[in-house]
């Protein structure tokens, strides 16, 4: 008889999946606009092909300065670099807006609710997005607006997902199902790049539209709230489940203790650590594909390709840090701040220096997609620091904490796009890029120190919750949980942080 596959292995295959799907409609835009805007006559071709350095570039474009003409991909559009950046930064706008409540929402309307109807919005506008752009340049950042706004309480709610459904001893198995999100960008950059050269930039949203749809069909048959409502799983899982849970998941609704929160210091070392992740990531997502198409001279299909590596191999490597990460801990006696803050050398101030070497490649295409490749694979040890500390510093409260750092996170979503847009307002060249690329390698390695040195994994007093029937008894949660040590066995929560 064959081994039963556990529902759960399928809930994560499902956050996977919803991260993945999460940065489609993210990342698109980057590669799309490259094809929907038009360029002067010196801007359409490339500077690198300016300087007479084309022979070194096997699948740059090759008209001359003199005849070039750009690729026929649909209607283009006369919007400069400061309404370009506006509208790659729309997106954000809403994401920001709606990642603070989105624990919130999740606790309250239930993760399949929030990401279910999230995406099915979020399919509709993207649609839109392309008689948007016909209508009015607005138009369309308001429809970028609306999908990062149902964008935004995705991560909360899978927080929440992963807090009902995994056992503690596999939390960090639910966690790099988080890295769904690389594949997203790749794979999104790739078959954008090529839908649009094969069919025009209207068809790259198109296709991102349908496979939302199939997403939210899979979706509905196999995702439930927690193991409780879900319809197929066995009475064994489940109650494995709960057994495993005891003590560290519940089920009272109570207000995450917001005061305390922004009072702590380690919460705000987290906060700076994810800002200064996402201020890297989002620079790669929204600038590299811009980078290699407008400077280097890559056609659209190869820009695609080689913006994607990188963020291919962080997902390889994601995984790969998350069982080393795991490996450390239980062979060894170092403490997890002292893990976390080890990764964090690779996650953020290696990437950060690299992209700092960014300003000496200039044309050399090789070396530019070299350090892409080695910045963003070496950047997946995020899931060990950025991604876990959370789970570090109040269980009880992850979902709540991942939204607000998303939320100052993801400004950088429309930061990153503002500031490239004021260095190119002049001239769209190297000499910019490398300033652009110095801004967001500093940025990279100051939130990694400031993290190393003020930064910890230890549970956080505010993370103390009252379960419903423990506070009808008057028993408190520190109380319930500090029973097994008492008796010399470490309770549930202790275990998850060690």
Not at 47 to 57: A, D, G, V
Not at 212 to 222: D, K, Q, R, V
Not at 457 to 484: L, R, T, Y
Request: charged fraction near 15%.
């Amino acid at each position: 008889m064959g081994v039963k596959i556990p529902i759960r292995f399928w809930i994560a295959v499902m956050v996977f999946a919803s991260t993945y799907i999460n940065y489609t409609t993210r990342s698109n835009m980057s590669i799309s606009i490259t094809s929907m805007v038009t360029r002067s006559q010196e801007k359409a071709v490339p500077e690198c092909r300016r300087l007479n350095t084309s022979k070194i570039f096997p699948n740059v474009t090759t008209n001359s300065s003199k005849n070039a003409v750009l690729p026929n991909y649909g209607v283009r559009y006369d919007w400069n670099e400061d309404i370009q950046g506006f509208i790659l930064g729309s997106y954000f706008w809403g994401y920001v807006i709606s990642s603070a409540p989105g624990g919130f929402i999740a606790e309250w309307l239930g993760p399949f609710n929030t990401i279910f109807y999230a995406q099915i919005l979020t399919a509709v506008f993207n649609s839109l997005s392309v008689w948007g752009a016909q209508w009015h340049f607005g138009v369309l950042i308001f429809c970028r607006f609306v999908i990062g706004l149902m964008a935004g309480p995705v991560y909360p709610a899978l927080q929440c997902l992963i807090a009902r459904w995994a056992p503690p001893a596999e939390k960090g198995k639910f966690v790099s199902a988080l890295m769904g999100n690389t594949l997203g960008t790749c794979l999104t950059w790739i078959l954008v790049g090529m839908v649009t050269a094969a069919a025009g930039y209207d068809w790259g949203f198109h296709f991102l539209t349908i496979q939302i749809g199939l997403f939210c069909l899979i979706f509905w048959f196999i995702v439930a709230d927690s193991p409780d409502q879900h319809k197929w799983i066995s009475e064994e899982e489940k109650q494995f489940i709960k057994e495993s849970q005891a003590k560290t998941v519940t089920k009272g609704k109570v207000v995450p203790p917001y005061l305390k929160m922004f009072t702590s210091i380690p919460f705000w070392a987290l906060c700076i650590l994810h800002f200064g992740n996402l201020w890297g990531l989002y620079l790669q997502i929204t600038g590299v594909p811009k980078f290699m198409i407008e400077v280097i001279g890559f056609n659209i299909k190869s820009s695609g390709i080689l913006a994607a590596l990188p963020h291919l191999l962080r997902m390889f490597f994601g995984m790969g840090y998350g069982y080393v990460g795991d490996m450390i801990k239980s062979k060894t006696k170092l403490s997890p701040t002292i893990v976390r803050k080890s990764f964090v050398i690779f996650s953020h101030v290696i990437p950060g220096i690299l992209l700092m070497c960014m300003t000496l490649v200039k044309c050399d295409y090789v070396g530019a997609v070299l350090i892409l490749i080695f910045s963003m694979s070496i950047n997946g040890a995020a899931v060990v620091t950025n991604l876990q500390n959370a789970q570090d510093l109040a269980p009880n409260f992850a979902g709540s904490i991942f939204g607000i750092i998303s939320l100052i996170g993801g400004t950088t979503g429309f930061i990153t796009p503002a500031v490239t847009g004021a260095l190119m307002k002049e001239n769209n060249g190297i000499h910019e890029w490398s300033k652009n690329f110095i801004i967001g390698g500093s940025v990279y390695v100051g939130s990694g120190l400031l993290f190393i040195l003020l930064g910890t994994s230890d549970i956080q007093p505010w993370n103390n919750k009252v379960p419903e029937k423990a506070a009808e008894d008057g028993v408190s949660f520190k109380e319930i949980n500090s029973k097994e040590v008492e008796n010399g066995e470490p309770n549930e929560t202790t275990k998850l942080n060690s």
